[in-house]
């Protein structure tokens, strides 16, 4: 395990006992830690520890912060068995796993992202070039049209879960195969059920499969259907709809069902609690 990230909490543990002691004050406490930045060396990443003791990611390549959990102060001998994870520990899994073939040809990994507490979450097909890069998901073009929809219906990105059916990226974007997707099936399986969400968007045919086997996309997309506690609503996805025109005012049009579905959806589903264990957008630290 590198040891660079605990010497970096120790650090930023310092600053705040001389704060703690009365050296220092809080203003210049929390200017003191907004300065202090890590470079991740193996990715290229820039992480910082908030006074709140939060950490987030700015990945290369991105201008944005995400609250995310550094993946080296999670030793990976300690992991329970996936039905057992938490989110970090299931993103501290998939960042190793080689379950199927997709792990040889990825550059990162991308487990998802969002609040642990999200009503909604999204579930596309696989990680694409941009994503592979900074191991996040939806940052391309299609995560920019993604980011507007959400705006449109006054949801920001950090209000939810955004994660894949596979984790790693097929090469060359191919659709995933059945094996790859039954062998990454268990930690979105886990993230679901721990995310517990009221209302689930599958994003194009190879999610919307998951619930709907052999459903045509072009009958069912934004028709919400009760499965257990929640409702799953089929979408077009956004990569989808921007290299077929036709599609795009469908999506738009099925994103503004979405507030009064998560309405629908709160009668027959459990109050969540606050809880903020996974990576997550900010837009300001
Ligand atoms: S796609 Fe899923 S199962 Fe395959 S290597 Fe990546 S994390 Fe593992």
Sequence with gaps: ????????????????????????????????????RLQDEAWGDVWMLSPKGDWFRKAKGSDSWVRDYPLPL????????????????VARAVHDCARCPLHQGRARAVPGEGPANAEIMFIGEGPGFNEDKQGRP????????????????GFKREDVFI???????????????????????????????LI??????????????????????????????RVGQRLIVPMFHPAAALHQPKWRPLLI??????????????????????????ATQLNLF
């Design 196 to 225: 517990d969400p009221k209302v689930i968007v599958t994003l194009g045919r190879f999610s919307m499969y998951r619930y709907f086997p052999g459903a045509s996309i072009t009958k069912i997309h934004g028709q919400a259907q």
């Design 1 to 36: 395990m590198s040891n660079k990230f605990i010497e970096f909490q120790n650090q930023v543990e310092a600053v705040k006992a001389r704060c703690a002691s009365g050296e220092i004050g809080e203003a210049e406490r929390d200017a003191a830690l907004r300065q202090m």
């Design 74 to 89: 999670i030793d990976p001998a300690t992991l329970p068995t996936v039905p057992q994870m938490n989110l970090r520990q």
């Design 138 to 153: 939806f940052v391309g073009a299609a995560g920019q049209f993604l980011e507007e929809l959400l705006h449109g219906i």
């Design 163 to 193: 994660t894949n059916v596979v984790k790693c990226r097929p090469p060359n974007n191919r659709d995933p195969e059945a094996d790859e997707l039954a062998a990454c099936k268990g930690y979105l399986d886990r993230q679901v059920e």
């Design 253 to 278: 049009e099925d994103f503004q069902k979405l507030p009064q579905f998560i309405k629908e959806a709160a009668a027959f589903s459990q109050p969540k609690e606050a809880d903020v264990s996974s």
